[in-house]
């Protein structure tokens, strides 16, 4: 008989072992690495301010890149082209991403480098039911493929092989959710049991849906912002639209400046280029949609510094970001090299606590949101090898007034003078504030909390 779906019990077996400490030794769970209360990414203060990279179950073993936020990710495509592509932005028409021109013709996926792309989980995971192929198609895609892909990781958490049909830690996690107490959700979501034999692969796939189906859910895309509210109770001579009765003139300046849009605070027009990358709304966008994602989901080559201070930093080994993924003999010449991918500015200054540290890029670099704007205005015009010599930090170089050269210094970053996308945009100290000002009002005010163990409930 044909199980019926249920997304409510689908939807919560995925928070549980989201939270639930599924790794070796029995230390770290996601909310690990991704943590609501410091929007979906590190949540250790002291890590963000020294090697940033978040370790794994394994004391002191650790990747190479900062965790990127979960929140709002489950609203990313499949890896793929840009939409861009084939228009011409200003030097031809965009090639497609299989090209290996630029990062900008690629888009989709989640992680740094877009490695999860939606196309591992597939319609084996509903074995011909179409009642659950129709209520669970929507939870397929990146962030159901980036599920599987943590828990087996020697640097995070660490779960070893077992028999898992070709899908490294399947066993072990079955496993663990068929002991756990939470496992009835299993077979209320499913129809059936988790199969940790012959159906092992499957099994854990239909766990990594469950993950995405929360992530998909309003308490991980609660969009619950100071913005959201503001705007969905705006009431001054704009109803719905920018300035917001509700921000004061350095916050709805920041807005405008973020989109360059001409107004009484920004009569000019200036632009700041935010909007160029963090923006899902269209090179039309005035900032106004109620679900604006703040990223275009693709890959820029931004030219950031080195971090000489992040975990397993290696001078002669640059971290070549999007060609890794797409390129397997890449270089610093490829078309792809330290291309990354744009997150949403959702909760870029979400934190625990005053004085807790945030780490802003792939590698952590910069630890203030003023510095990354204060980067994006004076990269290029800044750029001296010779006052900020490679190794120099974010702090170091704001008090030197100067910036290093790009970890991955090729001419095709946004920074230099062919691209000229950032890094001499013109911005008076007092815009910069405005700017920063404006991202503080794009944290979540509903944080998701640990879940009290598990009772059965009635659905």
């Given at each position: ?87 011409d932005i200003g030097f031809g ?145 704009s109803p719905g639209d920018f ?217």
């Open positions: 008989m044909a199980a019926e779906p249920n997304v409510a019990a689908l939807q919560e077996l995925g928070k549980r072992v989201f939270f639930d400490e599924i790794s070796v030794p029995q230390t770290q769970s996601c909310s690990s690495c991704h943590n609501p209360d410091a929007g979906w990414t590190s949540p250790s203060s002291a890590i963000n301010a020294g090697q940033v990279v978040f370790p794994g179950a394994v004391h002191k073993r650790a990747g190479g890149r900062k965790p990127p936020t979960i929140g709002y990710a489950s609203l990313a495509p499949n890896f793929g082209d840009s939409p861009l592509v084939g228009i028409p965009l090639p497609p991403c299989a090209a290996g021109a630029i990062g900008l013709s690629c888009a989709g996926g989640v992680f740094w480098d877009g490695r999860a792309t939606g196309e591992a989980i597939g319609a084996e995971v509903f074995a011909g039911d179409t009642k659950l192929a129709a209520a669970y198609t929507q939870f397929l895609g990146p962030v159901a493929d980036q599920a599987l892909g943590p828990f087996p990781n020697d640097v995070e958490q660490n779960v070893p092989d077992g028999r898992d049909d070709g899908l490294p830690g399947a066993e072990f996690v079955c496993r663990h959710v068929v002991k756990s107490s939470y496992a009835p959700l299993y077979t209320k979501a499913w129809g059936s049991a988790p199969d940790c034999k012959k159906g092992v692969a499957v099994s854990f796939k239909r766990i990594a849906v469950a993950i995405s189906a929360w992530e998909h859910s309003s308490e991980v895309n609660s969009f619950s912002s100071l913005r959201d509210f503001a705007l969905a109770q705006d009431d001054d001579d300035p917001l009765a509700d921000f004061t003139d350095q916050e709805n300046l920041g807005h405008d400046l973020f989109y360059g849009l001409t107004s009484a605070l920004n009569p000019t027009g200036k632009n700041a280029n935010c909007s160029a990358c963090h923006n899902s709304g269209g090179p039309t966008s005035r900032g106004n949609e109620p679900g604006q994602l703040y990223t275009d989901n693709s890959f820029h080559h931004l030219g950031i510094p080195p971090n000489f201070d992040a975990a397993n930093f290696d001078p002669n080994a640059p971290d070549l970001g999007l060609a890794r993924h797409t390129t397997p003999d890449a270089t610093t010449a490829s078309g792809h090299a330290s291309a990354f991918r744009t997150p949403t500015l959702r909760n870029v200054d979400r934190r625990e606590r005053n004085g807790f540290v945030k780490a802003y890029m792939h590698n952590g670099y910069f630890k203030r949101l003023e510095d990354v704007v204060h980067f994006y205005n004076t990269a290029r015009l800044k750029a001296d090898a010779v006052k900020c010599p490679a190794g120099t930090t974010a702090a170091q170089a704001r008090a030197r007034d100067c910036w290093p050269v790009a970890e991955v210094n090729n001419g095709a970053q946004a920074s230099s003078a062919g691209v000229n996308l950032l890094g001499d945009l013109g911005l008076s100290r007092a815009e910069e504030k405005a700017i920063v000002a404006y991202l503080k009002t794009l944290s979540d005010t509903q944080v998701v909390k640990k879940p009290k163990p598990y009772k059965a409930k009635g659905y």
